[in-house]
């Protein structure tokens, strides 16, 4: 009943644009931080921007800052990632999860694949 469903992905060239969407059912994300990981072959999944459905407080990675913009929609009980000037190191499985306040556990969405190439 429970799901997040992640949607924007593809292949873009270096320097291209894609918006990534993870759409939330089942719940409501009111009382939750989102969160977008990434996990690349062979590495360890990082995460890479998050924010607070409340107040809409943001945090990034280093390596995303002023590249990357999360977002929220709370009527819609979606988050977004856009991301612009594409690197090819940005290519990895990008997952959207929901963590509930004050706790370290969360749900999380199946991934969409991103693949920056030339």
């Known amino acids: 009943q429970v799901q997040l469903v992640e949607s924007g992905g593809g292949l873009v060239e270096p320097g291209g644009s894609l918006r990534l969407s993870c759409a939330a059912s089942?719940?409501?994300?009111?009382?939750?931080?989102m969160r977008w990981y990434r996990q690349a072959p062979g590495k360890e999944r990082d995460l890479v921007a998050s924010i607070t459905m409340i107040g809409g407080i943001t945090n990034y990675a280093d390596s995303v800052k002023g590249r990357f913009t999360i977002s929220r929609d709370n009527a819609k009980n979606t988050a977004y990632l856009q991301m612009s000037n594409l690197l090819p190191d940005d290519t990895a499985v990008y997952y959207c999860?929901?963590?509930?306040?004050?706790?370290?556990?969360?749900?999380w969405g199946q991934g969409t694949q991103v693949t920056v190439s030339s």
């Open positions: 999860s929901a963590g509930p306040l004050g706790l370290p556990t969360a749900y």
């Open positions: 089942g719940f409501r994300t009111n009382r939750f931080v």
